[in-house]
């Protein structure tokens, strides 16, 4: 049976994708996917090479034809999204797709074309396929496009018989999150010792709730705030939440980070070693 073990975090910076890259450099027999399609880099520290580039579109635009355009304004008129100029061009980031310009165009000047939202990518590293995404600014149908690196991601597990999908999620409790967790094997939330950390902790574990995902907690950089860690350590208990430990502040991590690797492969120093930890108790959970 293949598990997936998704990485998410309350707020964005709290380190998901510094652990994700090391989990992958720790795993075996696993593939990558980088579910956080709007602000993509886990690559950065995978020496990838790309292997397939494809596009991705879920929406329509409109398209005026200058030719046959007969400058009556209707478009104008009735667009709600302000997404046509008094010259008769079209804003793509304000067109919403609704069509309505071109039903009621006389002329019928203007159609509707599909329109490429971002672009998704299969990579080769040097720890095992890697599947991620690049999606557009201001680009909506981020949940369709985790949907879609996630299937690819199972459908290569099954294709080399691997049985882990190791995903780093989005920050926040929002769409691609969403998207992200719904039947996963296994959910590691990644907090700070903030009060706004434990703040968006309480969020993401109630939406783990939701969808019935057995999920467990670490604290990043915990001691800079040891105070609040312990705090969060009570609350999980409390909840009968898994606590599944804390890793210290070291700027190895940083470094790594500019010479493109996991801090597992850049450093021995505390951070690294209690990532390992992190991963022993995870393993002995989701690998059984």
């Known amino acids: 049976m293949i598990k997936e073990l998704v990485i998410i975090s309350g707020k964005g910076g709290t380190g998901k994708t510094s652990i994700s890259g090391s989990f992958a450099a720790l795993a075996e027999n696993k593939v990558m996917a980088d579910c956080d399609v709007d602000a993509a880099d886990l690559h950065i520290i995978m020496n990838h090479k790309i292997l397939s580039d494809e596009s991705f579109s879920t929406s329509r635009k409109a398209v005026i034809d200058p030719d046959a355009c007969i400058g009556c304004g209707k478009c104008v008129e009735l667009c709600r999204f302000d997404a046509i100029t008094d010259d008769f061009k079209i804003k793509t980031l304000s067109c919403e797709g609704c069509g309505v310009c071109a039903a009621f165009c006389p002329a019928e000047a203007i159609k509707m074309v599909d329109h490429e939202s971002g672009r998704w990518f299969v990579s080769d590293t040097d720890k095992g396929p890697l599947v991620h995404a690049c999606l557009g600014m201001a680009e909506g149908n981020s949940g ?32 691609p999150v969403i998207a992200s967790v719904t039947g996963a094997s296994y959910l590691l939330i990644v907090t700070e010792p903030t009060v706004s950390g434990l ?75 209690a990532i390992k930890e992190l991963w022993n108790r995870l393993s002995s959970e989701i690998l059984v």
């Not at 703040?199 to 783990?208: G, M, Q, T, Y």
Request: glycine residues 8%.
């Open 144 to 175: 369709k496009l985790v949907a879609l690196l996630r299937k690819k991601a199972r459908a290569i597990a099954e294709e080399k018989g691997y049985n882990l999908i190791i995903v780093d999620g989005s920050p926040g409790t929002g769409c």
């Open 199 to 273: 703040h968006d902790l309480k969020r993401a574990l109630e939406l783990a709730a939701h969808f019935r995902v057995k999920s467990g907690v670490c604290v990043n950089r915990a001691d800079i705030n040891s105070e609040v860690a312990s705090e969060i350590e009570a609350y999980c208990s409390s909840k009968g939440i898994s606590f599944l430990g804390t890793i210290p502040y070291d700027k190895d991590v940083t470094y790594a980070q500019i010479a493109g690797k996991s801090v597992i492969e850049h450093s021995k120093g505390p951070a690294s070693a």
